[in-house]
Antibody, heavy 120, light 110 residues
Framework: EVQLVESGGGLVQPGRSLRLSCAASGFTFDDYAMHWVRQAPGKGLEWVSGISWKSGSIGYADSVKGRFTISRDNAKNSLYLQMNSVRAEDTALYYC?????????????WGQGTLVTVSS | QSALTQPASVSGSPGQSITISCTGTSSDLGSYNLVSWYQQHPGKAPKLMIYEGSKRPSGVSNRFSGSKSGNTASLTISGLQAEDEADYYCCSYAGSSTWVFGGGTKLTVL
């Protein structure tokens, strides 16, 4: 059974940094691309960033480009999102998500999310 | 990276069919056959319902079907059931390792 468990969320002040982690199990982690998707309270889904199986292809939403960095450690079956210079509009539930392909397919499994609140 | 356009809400009675549209551009939805649809119940994580425009994952009811024409994709739910009431999101590959979601559609089963 695919399991994705996010951690690292919490309350952070504007302008500060936060690192989200996602522990994956139940599948061969290094065979699949991974994503971060967020959902602000009461709002829709927003794709944040994605990384291919060997980290050769990485993409970011314009809203986070230059501030967030995605990475993965295939030896540890883990996905990360380094969030720098956070803003109030980054407040959201952040989902770790698995792709069904090495590079680009569709998200077929989701974690339960970790909540990030940006506030002074 | 503009969000794909979906109607804010749709509704239907049990047993009826409804269709949710998702409109993008020639740079995203129109250029790739990587359109997926997700169902999200309140307080729950999204669930994949359709991928590559019209394919159903194992375990998803055949009452759900997808199609794409040009810059528009559609999700059709036939034989509407109370449990189908949820938010639905489309998503498309947009090139350069980026993806874009639609704004979401709230489905109400009357």
């Amino acid at each position: 059974e695919v399991q994705l468990v996010e951690s690292g969320g919490g309350l952070v002040q504007p302008g500060r940094s936060l690192r989200l982690s996602c522990a994956a199990s139940g599948f061969t982690f290094d065979d699949y691309a991974m994503h971060w998707v967020r959902q602000a309270p009461g709002k829709g889904l927003e794709w944040v960033s994605g990384i291919s199986w060997k980290s050769g292809s990485i993409g970011y939403a314009d809203s986070v480009k230059g501030r967030f960095t995605i990475s993965r450690d295939n030896a540890k079956n883990s996905l990360y999102l380094q969030m720098n210079s956070v803003r109030a509009e980054d407040t959201a539930l952040y989902y770790c998500a698995k792709d069904m392909d090495h590079v680009a397919g569709a998200i077929d499994h989701w974690g339960q999310g970790t909540l990030v609140t940006v506030s002074s | 990276q503009s969000a794909l356009t979906q109607p804010a809400s749709v509704s239907g009675s049990p047993g009826q069919s409804i269709t949710i549209s998702c409109t993008g551009t020639s740079s995203d939805l129109g250029s790739y056959n990587l359109v997926s649809w997700y169902q999200q119940h309140p307080g729950k994580a999204p669930k994949l319902m359709i991928y590559e425009g019209s394919k159903r994952p194992s375990g998803v009811s055949n009452r759900f079907s997808g199609s794409k024409s040009g810059n528009t994709a559609s999700l059709t739910i036939s034989g509407l059931q109370a449990e189908d009431e949820a938010d639905y999101y489309c998503c498309s590959y947009a090139g350069s390792s980026t993806w874009v979601f639609g704004g979401g559609t709230k489905l109400t089963v009357l």
